[in-house]
């Protein structure tokens, strides 16, 4: 079961959008918007270790990307919905943003996650894997 999504928010001039796909029960999740959207950071988490992982990509002037608070944004207030692991990639760049649109993107983002909770909740058919028994 592979099922594909995308939830858009738009405020303070600018757009961004969650393009999520479902795979049986793990999410692909990519932020992407503003004037030139790119991969600027990443954010996994596995379901059976718990554990976070975050890889924040360089920017042009050698500094990293600050798009994983967006990633980190969208999972904690999807977390809890979570049907099994979930990979977010995040890039948004907005030529010339202002103060006022750096602090607009965290709502943003708590939009754009809770459309995806709302859409999770709808979600039905989660298969377990069957693995082979010859194989040790």
């Known amino acids: 079961m592979i099922k594909k999504q995308i939830f858009t928010v738009k ?7 969650a393009e999520v ?3 049986n029960k793990d999410l692909l999740v990519n932020l992407l918007g503003g004037d030139l959207p790119h991969l600027g950071g990443v954010l996994t988490y596995d379901v059976s270790s718990q554990e976070v992982k975050e890889v ?3 920017s042009h002037d050698g500094r990293f990307h600050k798009d994983i ?8 207030n999807i977390k809890d ?7 977010i990639t995040a890039g948004v760049h907005v030529d ?5 649109q750096i602090a607009a993107s965290k709502g943003m983002t708590e939009d754009l ?3 995806c909770s709302a859409w999770l909740k709808e979600q039905k058919g989660f298969k377990e894997p069957v693995y082979s028994s010859h194989f040790k």
Request: glycine share 8%; aromatic share 14%.
């Open 11 to 17: 405020e303070a001039g600018y757009e961004i959008q």
């Open 21 to 23: 796909t479902l795979a």
């Open 56 to 58: 924040k990509l360089f």
């Open 69 to 76: 608070f967006l990633a980190q944004v969208f999972f904690e």
């Open 81 to 87: 919905q979570l049907p099994g692991s979930i990979t």
């Open 96 to 100: 010339g943003i202002s103060q006022e």
């Open 113 to 115: 996650a809770r459309q």
